[in-house]
């Protein structure tokens, strides 16, 4: 099995800054995507931001593209995603995902509320 935790979500007032963390543990030994997804209330959940393993591309969903970075310590699988310039519909739980094989894990989120 594998554990996800994310950390680092907040209040914060547009324009400010966040850094999430996922901390992942347990059975790692082939990731295929590591990303960062978010639901916000009576919405589905979406991508914001993905990195695959080897090629270390990042993708970004439109909306979030110049203001977060995402990345990756490959020494411990950690993800972060940094996010500036925040807005109040990134107001969202965040989740960490790991695709490993053909497995998807979830961390079980962290709250970002953006509000003035």
């Known amino acids: 099995q594998v554990q996800l935790v994310e950390s680092g979500g907040g209040f914060v007032q547009p324009g400010g800054s966040l850094r999430l963390s996922c901390a992942a543990s347990?059975?790692?030994?082939?990731?295929?995507?590591m990303g960062w997804y978010r639901q916000a209330p009576g919405k589905q959940r979406e991508l914001v931001a993905k990195?695959?393993?080897?090629?270390?591309?990042?993708t970004y969903t439109a909306s979030v593209k110049g203001r977060f970075t995402i990345s990756k310590n490959n020494n411990n699988n950690a993800l972060y995603l940094q996010m500036s310039d925040l807005k109040p519909e990134d107001t969202a739980v965040y989740y960490c995902?790991?695709?490993?094989?053909?497995?998807?894990?979830w961390g079980q989120g962290t709250q970002v509320t953006v509000s003035s």
């Open positions: 990195i695959t393993s080897g090629a270390e591309i990042p």
């Open positions: 347990g059975r790692i030994f082939s990731i295929n995507v």
């Open positions: 995902n790991l695709n490993q094989e053909f497995n998807n894990y």
